[in-house]
């Protein structure tokens, strides 16, 4: 078994009370409950919109649309 250092604990301490850290650990957990390809494609889409990636509302009407059709294309929904 590998030693682990003080300072490691301290770091991987610090890194658990990160939000990213916490965003990750909510997304392992739930894709740990098998959700479809669709369910993870609307978390993206979701995740993105709340960034404000799409730039407008428009936009990300744009890109939900495309989504859904890709899925129906994919066969997935």
Same mark, same amino acid.
């Not at 990213?20 to 993870?40: D, H």
């Not at 404000?52 to 890709?70: D, Y």
């Given at each position: 078994?590998?030693?682990?250092?003080?300072?490691?604990?301290?770091?991987?301490?610090?890194?658990?009370?990160?939000? *990213?850290?916490?965003?990750?650990?909510?997304?392992? +957990?739930?894709?740990?409950?098998?959700?479809?390809? =669709?369910? &993870?494609?609307?978390?993206?889409?979701?995740?993105?919109?709340?960034?404000?990636?799409?730039? *407008?509302?428009?936009?990300?009407?744009?890109?939900? +649309?495309?989504?859904?059709?890709?899925?129906?294309? =994919?066969? &997935?929904?």
């Amino acid at each position: 078994m590998r030693k682990v250092t003080i300072e490691e604990i301290r770091r991987e301490q610090k890194i658990r009370r990160r939000r *990213s850290y916490a965003q990750f650990k909510e997304l392992i +957990e739930w894709l740990q409950t098998s959700p479809s390809i =669709a369910e &993870v494609a609307e978390l993206f889409w979701k995740e993105l919109d709340r960034r404000h990636a799409f730039g *407008s509302i428009q936009n990300a009407i744009c890109a939900k +649309e495309s989504m859904k059709l890709a899925l129906e294309d =994919a066969g &997935v929904v």
